[in-house]
């Protein structure tokens, strides 16, 4: 970057790297210039919601999402991004809930958005079924919360059904 400092790609991997490492402003930082170089680049842009994201930018997540969205209307990656950033500012939540559910082909992480969401407002049915989808997905680091979040969810659906 010292040698060409338009060069985007260098930005944008420098920024995934940070991502990585959870140095998540820094990231952030990244992604930005690599969007001042190539504002319309549907794959910094959701890089950029991302971060912002984890910086609690939730209104500049939402704003880099649709960005992204309106070069790659399919990107899973901007749709989760959106759903995440709606429902962290309590606006929208079908429309979150919809992206967030068709990222979750792709990112099966969003399920567990839509549990929680559903938990929140007590529709533990729906939360049920999520967190069934999501344990259908290859195993990783939040399976093990996840059995027992449904576990929990039964305890509490089956309180109520007496």
């Known amino acids: 970057l010292a040698g060409d400092p338009d060069w985007f790609e260098a930005w944008n991997n420098l920024g995934s790297r940070r991502l990585q490492m959870g140095r998540y402003a820094e990231s952030e930082e990244a992604f930005r210039r690599a969007a001042a170089i190539d ?5 910094v842009q959701s890089n950029l919601g991302l971060a912002l994201l984890f910086v609690r930018d939730a209104a500049g997540a939402e704003e880099a999402a649709r960005k992204s969205l309106l070069v790659e209307p399919g990107s899973d990656r901007a749709k989760y991004v959106a759903g995440m950033a709606l429902l962290q500012q309590n606006k929208r939540a079908e429309e979150a809930l919809e992206w967030l ?3 979750a082909k792709a990112m099966p992480r969003a399920l567990l958005a839509t549990a929680e969401w559903n938990c929140r407002h007590n529709d533990f049915a729906g939360c049920e079924t999520d967190l069934r989808a999501f344990l259908k997905t290859p195993r990783g680091p939040n399976h093990e919360a996840a059995e027992k979040w449904l576990s929990e969810v039964r305890k509490v659906r089956n309180t109520e059904e007496r």
């Open 39 to 43: 504002a319309n680049n549907a794959m």
């Open 101 to 103: 559910r068709e990222a």
